[in-house]
């Protein structure tokens, strides 16, 4: 049956089911919900399942066409998602080398995200321009052609206008499948002619026992990446390649020298910090997890860094409650304003509460 490996998604899972089961799959489906809940999941399982060659009710994984739509080369399965877009013939060679590595990486673990560092990320008018070039033939391969576009928010207006134009006069033989975790942020226009399949947050016990069963982890740290993942199991994933404890140990040291007024020892550990990508999004997970437990502190006494408790009460003693809310909310602009490429040293400067003019340089962004 499919989706039968998805955690969680009854509601969706019954849609679609139903919707395969009956041959009445919608055109365009527009999967929507918070970031790492399975709507990639689900949208790649059913693209395999269109195009399996296999005689089953769910893709068999086996055959020709699934080994090539896993690893993202078959001719008939359109991938957009946001991407950097050079300017010069070399940059664009070294991106699409980048790229087909990144495949690679994510075809053994689907729950990766790209990650491109710094750079501004689009889905603009030339990505849809050539995909609009490619599903002008009928399918190579497969019975049907397959579009995923991924984060589809991160469209340009002038590509969501010409995607637009596709949606409205479609191939019979293309199925389109769309997600994002920021619906709203879609044209009106497209929302209306796409299916609307919401997936759920997942519950921290789903997300915790898929960590230990299904990944290995212990039940402890296990814990503490469903917190700090917001129980979202392809974020928590994202983690686990990390040492978290030693990163949550930082992010402790970086707000313990913020609170201390060591400016020297703050701006020196954020210099490292940026330096390497995607760290400077994990710290400030981390800030954002250790605050909290300061605000639990204070209303409940339960925390999620319970062996590192002793520390932090001392910590939460220092600061009132008015300033531990600033801190929240400058942790997360800093969280948002990393999310849109603004510098990642601005950013934790930002988030640990350094001079004024520095936080207001976010601000301007």
């Known amino acids: 049956m499919l989706f039968e490996n998805l955690i969680g998604q009854s509601v969706a899972k019954k849609i679609l089911r139903q919707a395969w089961t009956e041959d009445r799959l919608a055109q365009s489906y527009l999967f929507y919900g918070p970031d790492g809940v399975g709507k990639e999941l689900a949208a790649m399982e059913l693209i395999l399942a269109l195009n399996c060659q296999s005689q089953s009710d769910q893709p068999c994984r086996q055959c020709n066409s699934c080994h090539k739509t896993a690893a993202y080369i078959h001719p008939d399965f359109h991938y957009l998602f946001p991407r950097p877009h050079p300017s010069s ?146 974020r928590a994933l994202q983690m686990t390649d990390q040492d978290l404890l030693a990163e949550r140990d930082l992010a402790v040291k970086l707000l313990l020298s913020a ?65 531990l809310s600033e801190m929240v909310r400058a942790i997360e602009k800093a969280r948002i304003a990393l999310e849109r490429n603004v510098n990642p040293r601005l950013c934790l400067l930002s988030a640990c509460n350094t001079t004024q003019g520095e936080q207001d340089a976010i601000t301007s962004d």
């Open 89 to 234: 013939d070399s940059d664009k060679r070294k991106l699409a080398e980048e790229i087909s590595e990144m495949l690679k990486e994510k075809e053994a673990q689907p729950h990766l995200a790209f990650n491109f560092g710094s750079r501004p990320t689009a889905i603009s008018i030339d990505d849809i321009r050539e995909l609009q070039e490619r599903l002008g033939f009928l399918p190579y391969e497969g019975k049907r052609k397959a579009v995923l576009i991924t984060g589809v928010e991160a469209m340009t207006t002038e590509a969501a206008n010409a995607f637009l134009k596709i949606l409205e006069e479609p191939s019979p033989t293309t199925n389109f499948i769309l997600t994002t975790d920021r619906p709203n942020a879609l044209l009106p226009t497209i929302l209306s002619r796409c299916q609307k399949v919401r997936f759920e947050p997942l519950p921290q016990e789903a997300v915790i026992k898929s960590l230990v069963k299904d990944h290995g982890q212990n039940p402890r740290v296990a814990g503490l990446l469903a917190e700090l993942s917001g129980n979202s199991l392809g």
């Open 259 to 323: 609170v201390n007024g060591q400016q020297w020892e703050m701006v020196e550990a954020i210099d490292q910090i940026a330096r390497d990508r995607g760290r400077p999004a994990r710290i400030l997970e981390m800030l954002s997890a250790v605050v909290s437990d300061l605000v639990h502190l204070k209303v409940a006494g339960k925390i999620l860094n319970a062996d590192r408790q002793a520390e932090l009460s001392d910590l939460g003693k220092r600061i009132d409650q008015q300033k």
